[in-house]
């Protein structure tokens, strides 16, 4: 079953910016199709290998920060095609 997920990493501290590069950078080598806007990332791929690699990239993520909120949307459908039609 392939998915989309939306994820949007929010480190509660002034020097926010290292552990969303490093997040993201992890998850860009997982070799899963990511694209990234301004607000959030997404991930689109096999559900178990997308959901594996959220779930250890943001344990590491949790460890290496002490104030941390990841928010998470997942739909059941590959959108990685997505172009409106508007």
Do not use: H, W
Not at 30 to 47: A, D, H, M, N, R
Not at 51 to 56: F, G, K, V, W
Request: proline fraction near 6%.
């Amino acid at each position: 079953m392939e998915i989309s997920v939306e994820l949007t990493l929010t480190p509660l501290q002034d020097n926010f910016e290292p552990p969303i590069v490093a997040y993201i950078k992890a998850l860009r080598a997982s070799g899963c199709t990511i694209k990234e806007s301004p607000l959030s990332t997404q991930v689109y791929g096999e559900f178990d290998t997308v959901m594996t690699l959220i779930t250890n990239t943001t344990k590491k993520a949790f460890e290496q920060s002490e104030y941390i909120i990841l928010n998470m949307k997942i739909v059941k459908t590959n959108r990685s095609n997505y172009e409106p039609s508007f």
